[in-house]
C-alpha cells in the first residue's frame, strides 16, 4: 500500500508486484528490471469475477473458469477503471489469476489488481528460486520465499505463462507460447470454436 515493490512465488516463475493503481510503483517496476517502457504490464488478480471490472470481456464466463486460475495471461480491452499509467501505449491489458494461493489472497487482501512481471533483470531467465533473484534484493520492499517453482532443472518450467489475446470475438492469437500452450489451445478450439489468429 505504500507503493513498495514485493517479491511473491506464482504457478509458473517468482514474480515482483505492486499496486497497479499506484503509477509510482508501476514506474519503480520499470527502473528496477531495466525494462523497456513499451513492454506492457500484465495485472493479476484474486478472482475471476474482479476480471469484468478491468476488462471488456468478450469471451463466455465458462471460458474464462476452463482457463483461470492458471499459467495463462488472458488479454482483454482494459476498461476506464484501470490506472491510465499502466501500459498506456496500448488499449489492451493481460490478466493474471494464477493457480497459487498466495498472490490471489494478496490482490483479495489490497482489494485492487497488482501489476505482476517476472523477478528477474529484462533478458535474463526467469528465476525459480529468491536466490536466483539475489541482484534484485536490495531494491524490494518483501520478498516472500514459497520454496523453489517447479523443477529447477527443467527450461520448460522457466517459460512463463502462456499469453493470448482474446480481445477480437472469435479469435484468439498466441503472444508468448509459454507453459501451458498445447491445453490452452486445446481449450480454446475444441471447446470453443475460436479461430487462430496470427500476431
Known amino acids: 500500500q505504500a507503493g513498495g515493490l514485493v517479491a511473491i512465488p506464482t504457478d509458473t516463475v517468482y514474480g515482483v508486484a505492486c499496486l497497479a493503481q499506484d503509477s509510482g510503483a508501476v514506474r519503480s517496476i520499470y527502473s528496477l528490471k531495466g525494462r523497456h517502457a513499451g513492454k506492457p504490464l500484465?495485472?493479476?488478480?484474486g478472482d475471476v469475477e474482479r476480471l469484468y471490472r478491468y476488462c471488456?470481456?468478450?469471451?463466455?464466463?465458462?471460458?474464462?473458469?476452463?482457463l483461470l486460475p492458471g499459467p495463462v495471461t488472458l488479454v482483454f480491452k482494459r476498461s476506464e477503471e484501470l490506472n491510465?499509467?499502466?501500459?498506456?501505449?496500448?488499449?489492451?491489458?493481460?490478466?493474471?489469476?494464477?493457480?497459487?494461493?498466495?498472490?490471489?489472497?494478496?490482490?483479495?487482501a489490497c482489494s485492487a489488481p497488482?501489476?505482476?512481471?517476472?523477478?528477474?533483470?529484462?533478458?535474463?531467465?526467469?528465476?525459480?528460486?529468491?536466490?536466483?533473484f539475489e541482484e534484485l534484493w536490495p531494491h524490494l520492499s518483501l520478498i516472500i520465499d514459497g520454496g523453489p517453482i517447479g523443477d529447477v532443472q527443467s527450461p520448460e518450467c522457466r517459460l512463463g505463462s502462456t499469453v493470448v489475446d482474446l480481445s477480437v470475438s472469435g479469435r484468439?492469437?498466441?503472444?508468448?507460447?509459454?507453459?501451458?500452450?498445447?491445453?490452452?489451445?486445446?481449450?480454446?478450439?475444441?471447446?470453443?470454436?475460436?479461430?487462430?489468429?496470427?500476431?
Open 84 to 108: 491510465k499509467d499502466l501500459n498506456p501505449f496500448t488499449p489492451l491489458v493481460g490478466v493474471r489469476i494464477p493457480n497459487h494461493p498466495f498472490p490471489r489472497e494478496l490482490s483479495r
Open 56 to 66: 471488456h470481456v468478450n469471451v463466455p464466463d465458462e471460458l474464462l473458469q476452463d
Open 42 to 45: 500484465a495485472i493479476c488478480l
Open 172 to 199: 484468439f492469437t498466441i503472444i508468448r507460447p509459454g507453459c501451458a500452450l498445447a491445453p490452452t489451445v486445446d481449450v480454446l478450439t475444441q471447446k470453443y470454436g475460436l479461430t487462430p489468429g496470427s500476431p
Open 114 to 132: 497488482l501489476a505482476l512481471t517476472s523477478a528477474n533483470l529484462s533478458c535474463r531467465a526467469s528465476a525459480l528460486t529468491v536466490s536466483e
